[in-house]
């Protein structure tokens, strides 16, 4: 097996849910493993259509055959079906994660006086007639 090829394991979860099976109607796809590994290969990679190997097929075919099942919600559901709903255990690498330019932090001192500013024209607690009542005696 090669790096970017899926697992046996991998393959008889996903293998049914795939169309061109024995059962279905029409032609019956014996090469759906070479294609999922084609599909595979170029999303871990991250090259282009034109630039998948030749033991995977002409590059269009595969191309077009993805699509169709795109278009069918066929990858939608395979995934849906995947779905780890087990996320008792999550990492995130921060190395990978960017705040925006502007949550690198505020300026020393920006947050103080702030503060300051709202503790001096914050309202008191005091009603209209006690302050009155203070300011004439």
Known sequence: MRRHEITDDQWNQIKELLPGKASDPGRTAADNRLF?????????????????????????????RFNRLAKAGVWGRLLASLKDPDLECLMLDSTVIRAHQHAAGAKKGATRRSADRAAASARSSTSRSNRKADLSN
């Open 36 to 64: 999922v590994n084609a599909v595979l290969w170029l999303a871990r990679t991250g090259s282009p259509w034109r630039d998948l190997p030749d033991r995977f097929g002409k590059w269009n075919s595969v191309y077009q």
